[in-house]
């Protein structure tokens, strides 16, 4: 199963709400660490895809020229 942009965001979302909602510090400590774990996924995802992304317009434009 691979990961996307939209649900990693999502359940970033999630955590963040659910340490918004936390009454304990530990729970609040734990959902803003899933919360930062998440985002850091969700930036990877993005940055492989904008990655991606420029190699094939790379590979188009030295078609295009060739």
């Given at each position: 199963m691979?990961?996307?942009?939209?649900?990693?965001?999502m359940?970033?979302g999630?955590?963040?709400?659910a340490?918004?909602?936390?009454?304990?510090?530990?729970?609040?400590?734990?959902?803003?660490?899933?919360?930062?774990?998440?985002?850091?996924l969700a930036?990877?995802?993005?940055?492989v895809?904008?990655?991606r992304?420029?190699?094939?317009?790379?590979?188009?434009?030295?078609e295009?020229?060739?």
């Amino acid at each position: 199963m691979s990961l996307s942009l939209e649900f990693c965001e999502m359940r970033a979302g999630e955590c963040a709400d659910a340490a918004d909602a936390a009454m304990l510090d530990n729970v609040r400590d734990r959902e803003r660490r899933s919360e930062a774990a998440w985002r850091a996924l969700a930036t990877q995802i993005k940055a492989v895809r904008d990655g991606r992304k420029a190699l094939e317009d790379a590979r188009a434009a030295a078609e295009e020229a060739a």
